[in-house]
């Protein structure tokens, strides 16, 4: 079971709206409409093109910060559309990765995307280098101003016809990884098509076909990313990967004393856990570990999960009922698991007239993780609904992701009380397991950050040096206790299942400080669950500005970049999980 996490995706898509009209306050009004209703057109790219080229005109003939923004703003009306499709056309794709009309309008929409950032870049650097600048910050605030001026490093004309050509690579790996077949006794099966259990046995041949050919598109990756990063003045692409997940508050120095304090304090209890549950099954024990429960699925497979899950989401608050109906009833979501879908998990925003939540994720009901992964995900869906309209600055729950991954975590403890509907008799042992997902999230993505951080610091680096030190660090953070025989063999090869690692490179830590949060308020729940609730309601209710660290502050609750705050977690975990 909890071999699964490495499999699992989820991703934020921030589709921002490019607009600069400052921070929305107060709560955004949805009008009802059926995904159905949502309707598809090919943008006019080119026409987007001259419009940009005319606002960075028009911006230059702007005599006052008034004049600028009104020039600004007015374009970022005319980017509404252009995202609004975008978005349809990236569920559509997602839903069919077959359907060869919106694979074609997804390859014609990310190469338009690439070019209209890098011109609408140019316009963002004359407003960061504006003689108005400090007017033009009164009007904006710092924080916006920051974002911008980061924004403004990672993008530039020189470096568009490479952003195109790495929108292509990811349209390619999500082609082939939703379309992947493998043999089953001399016969072609599509790989999404089998039960998870299947496709457990299978996973070593699974990897020994898809290592290489998922593996040359990721070796291209990297060497498209590592070029765009010199064009524009970093060593490598870790300086410019962080800059694009917009962090102000942390950096590569902090995120490596986190690595050191994960491999002290939450590696070795991550270990001894797993150690423990074999060391049940091989004695035979009466008792066994909460990791070799066989409750620990959901009750009444796919139908009954889902019907929990709106029961629970329906009941756990007056918002979570409005946001779970609203997703209902207009059909903003896609749940099953089925042929020629993608095989991932993302929350996302429709623009254009809506600005509404979608849900789609990729589940059969016949694991602990297909529960949880809904409740995660509507985690993120939730403060969406709450906090995102068409007067938001951003695309999405926060300006940080590392903030909307609090959100989407803590959904999952959040949800306790629904547990036993979800896993009946199994529930106790299902509360562990998720406590205990949790270490293995921060273990993981702790793990996986580490080697985007390698690979990415080696030049010229080959598939099979990639694959070596993916094999070292799955050792090194006991991975490996979890594998034997064939399995054991081909796990070096197993990271290419991880989507984050092409679509949203250094995406892995946000899941390891934000899991740490998400763990301090299933401290609150545990002795209260309404002041646990109070306090994840502080959490999605501050100010969509603020980054991670603010976010915390005000909601009272440690950082996991103090000294020891791995350590007294570590310690508390234990206590519960053995008790």
Not at 171 to 191: P, R
Request: charge should be negative; charged fraction near 25%.
């Amino acid at each position: 079971m909890a071999l699964s996490i490495l499999f699992s995706s989820c991703a934020v898509i921030d589709n921002a709206l490019d607009s600069i009209t400052g921070l929305f306050r107060g709560k955004p009004q949805h009008k009802d409409i059926d995904f159905s209703q949502m309707t598809y057109t090919r943008p006019d790219g080119d026409a987007l093109l001259a419009l940009v080229e005319k606002a960075v005109t028009d911006f230059d003939g702007a005599d006052s910060a008034e004049k600028q923004m009104e020039v600004c703003n007015s374009f970022s009306q005319d980017m509404g559309n252009f995202n609004y499709m975008y978005t349809i056309a990236q569920i559509h794709s997602y839903l069919d990765a077959t359907d060869t009309f919106y694979q074609d309008e997804m390859s014609y929409l990310d190469e338009m995307s690439a070019k209209i950032d890098a011109k609408r870049n140019t316009l963002f650097r004359k407003l960061v280098d504006s003689p108005y600048r400090e007017d033009l910050t009164k009007l904006l605030g710092d924080w916006q101003m920051e974002d911008l001026t980061m924004t403004t490093k990672t993008s530039a004309e020189e470096v568009a016809e490479l952003k195109v050509r790495e929108n292509q690579l990811v349209t390619e790996y999500n082609y082939l990884s939703a379309t992947a077949t493998i043999d089953y006794f001399g016969e072609e099966k599509l790989f999404s098509s089998l039960d998870s259990n299947l496709q457990y046995y299978l996973l070593p041949v699974y990897y020994q076909k898809y290592n290489e050919i998922l593996g040359a598109k990721f070796l291209e990756l990297i060497s498209v990313r590592q070029e765009m990063a010199q064009k524009l003045g970093y060593d490598n692409f870790i300086g410019m990967g962080y800059d694009a997940m917009g962090r102000s508050c942390y950096g590569v120095n902090d995120v490596e004393a986190l690595r050191a304090d994960v491999k002290k304090y939450m590696v070795p209890l991550y270990k001894k856990m797993i150690e423990q549950a074999q060391l049940d099954a091989a004695n035979g024990s009466d008792h066994p570990s909460f990791l070799l429960s066989s409750d620990v699925v959901p009750v009444g497979g796919y139908e009954g999960m889902v019907e929990n899950f709106w029961k629970a989401t329906s009941q756990i608050s007056d918002e979570t009922k409005e946001s779970s109906a609203f997703m209902r009833r207009n059909h903003l979501y896609d749940f099953e698991k089925r042929e020629n879908k993608t095989d991932t998990d993302m929350t996302t925003i429709i623009g254009g007239n809506y600005y509404v939540p979608y849900m789609f994720i990729s589940v059969s009901g016949d694991s602990f993780y297909d529960a949880t992964t809904l409740l995660h995900e509507f985690g993120h869906y939730n403060a969406m609904y709450h906090k995102v309209s068409p007067h938001s600055y951003f695309g999405s729950e926060s300006r940080s992701i590392d903030v909307a991954e609090i959100y989407s975590q803590g959904m999952e403890f959040v949800a306790f009380p629904y547990y036993e509907d979800f896993f009946g008799k199994g529930a106790d042992d299902a509360k562990k397991s998720q406590v205990f997902s949790k270490v293995e999230t921060i273990v993981n993505a702790t793990m996986q950050d580490e080697f985007q951080h390698r690979v990415y610091a080696k030049k010229d680096i080959t598939l099979e040096e990639i694959n070596e030190i993916w094999a070292d660090l799955y050792k090194e953070y006991g991975m490996d206790l979890l594998t034997s025989g064939d399995m054991a063999n081909t796990m070096g090869l197993s990271w290419i299942d991880i989507p984050h690692f092409f679509l949203v490179p250094f995406y892995s830590i946000d899941y390891t400080v934000s899991a740490s949060v998400a763990l301090q308020v299933w401290e609150e729940l545990e002795d209260d669950w309404q002041d646990g609730y109070d306090t994840y309601e502080k959490l999605v209710e501050a100010p969509a500005n603020l980054n991670f660290l603010e976010v915390i502050e005000e909601a009272g609750v440690d950082s996991p970049f103090e000294q020891d705050s791995m350590k007294v977690l570590s310690e508390k975990i234990e206590v519960y999980l053995t008790r």
